[in-house]
């Protein structure tokens, strides 16, 4: 495939460098287009010896050869990495100042822009009117990510790492449609039809993943809920749609930025999560189960925020909060499904260790009550699992004393244990 690979200046220009390797490593033709001030932080030698090919840094170079069109139509893809808070300005504008803006306006292919900055400047309304603009026209806009910045800034702006950034573009190639008779090797032909088989092996699957943490209203300001933040089940949801599969993925409650190519469906309560998990999964292949639902709601509703007592004579005096059972979703998904192999059923167990068991204990018994087909179990506590980056799972089949221990390690590798276990039920 013919890739443009962009890059603008910004500092993390040398990210750029280990994607360009993902790119020529799997055989694809890529064309380096820097900016000038991209030119800046990596110099054309580099782009040159890494892709094999000479670089194109403006229009005037080889004139007859008209690089400034002929780039665009010729590309199969066209990537920008990293796209600064100025190249989406002038993305969305239209402007075609140097060879880089020229080729994204001719492009006919799928374009890609990874943005890449401080989070002020992410996080300005002007940037984010450019990217809903360029999200409306087509432009494939994967948000970045959070961590750290330049100097000892954190937060949100920072480029994904090159493996995601090329996991998306890989996905874009494979989904393009050619023209009869088009250009190359066709896609379509039956190695090329194994190569994709071979790395989008949930091709033709559908996936749905519940993420977040439910929760349950009191009243008009006070909700029973968890500490789940739902970086986990995102993690999966990001994992299955690079292997190929088509995501739905269900979030209580969650402040993530959606995966690319992922369908969300917000909900907040443990009865709203049911309804759209049973929807979602009427003809799903897989059902992932990663949200921590509340086992208890409220029976009774507040319309009003309730009131602590000022009776100074009886100052320590509280409402009682009668609580009722919410569904077991996990459970009633596999006794919905019967003697039917599919979907194949997962779940997840945040569990304590306690004086009747270790958390692999509780988990296995887990396993034989729900009877779904794994279980991901991990120890969870105040500074563990919830809201970190990094998670410790015990993986558990159903019918088999094996257990897969993932972590510790980021929760994107504790996900593609997880869907390496389901693939192998698949």
Not at 330 to 355: K, M, N, Q
Request: proline letters at 6%.
């Amino acid at each position: 495939m013919r890739v443009i690979l962009g890059v603008s200046g910004g500092i993390a220009a040398y990210k750029a460098c280990s994607l360009l390797r993902l790119f020529t490593e799997s055989g694809h033709d890529v064309t380096v287009v820097p900016t000038a001030s991209a030119l800046k932080f990596v110099g054309a030698p580099t782009w040159a010896a890494l892709s094999g090919k000479p670089v194109q840094t403006d229009v005037w170079t080889s004139v007859h050869e008209v690089p400034h069109v002929r780039l665009g139509q010729g590309a199969d893809l066209v990537v920008v990495a990293p796209a600064t808070a100025d190249l989406l300005a002038k993305a969305a504008a239209g402007m075609a100042d140097d060879l880089l803006t020229t080729t994204l306006l001719t492009a006919r292919c799928p374009v890609v822009l990874a943005p890449a900055m401080h989070t002020e400047m992410w996080e300005h309304a002007a940037t984010q009117a450019n990217v809903a603009t360029l999200t409306e026209r087509g432009v494939h806009v994967i948000p970045p990510a959070s961590g750290r910045l330049t100097g000892a800034d954190t937060g949100s702006g920072r480029l994904p790492e090159p493996e995601e950034l090329y996991a998306v573009c890989e996905r874009m190639l494979a989904h393009r449609h050619f023209p009869p008779g088009g250009r190359g090797t066709e896609p379509g032909g039956i190695a090329d039809q194994a190569g994709a088989a071979a790395a989008q092996p949930l091709a033709g699957r559908r996936v749905v993943v519940s993420a977040g943490g439910t929760r349950e209203p009191l009243d008009p300001v006070r909700f029973l809920g968890n500490r789940s933040s739902g970086k986990q089940g995102y993690a999966l949801a990001t994992v299955a749609a690079r292997r190929g599969a088509d995501v739905t993925l269900v979030a209580a409650n969650t402040a993530l930025t959606a995966p690319e190519g992922v369908t969300v469906v917000r909900v907040q309560t443990a009865l709203e999560l049911q309804l759209a998990v049973e929807k979602a999964a009427a003809d799903a292949d897989v059902v992932v189960m990663a949200a921590a639902v509340a086992d208890f709601r409220p029976k009774a509703y507040a319309a009003s925020k309730i009131k602590k007592t000022h009776d100074v004579t009886a100052p320590d005096e509280a409402p009682t909060i009668e609580l009722v059972r919410n569904p077991d979703i996990l459970a009633e998904l596999v006794a919905a499904r019967g003697d039917e192999a599919s979907p194949v059923i997962v779940g997840f167990a945040a569990e304590t260790g306690d004086e009747t068991g270790s958390v692999l204990d509780h988990g296995r018994t887990k396993l034989a009550r729900k009877g779904c087909d794994l279980l991901v179990v991990n120890e969870v506590g105040e500074t563990k699992t919830f809201g970190q980056d990094e998670n410790t799972v015990h993986i558990l089949r159903q019918g088999s004393s094996h257990v897969v221990d993932a972590g510790p390690a980021s929760k994107e590798d504790v996900a593609a244990a997880v869907w390496d276990a389901v693939q192998q039920i698949l």
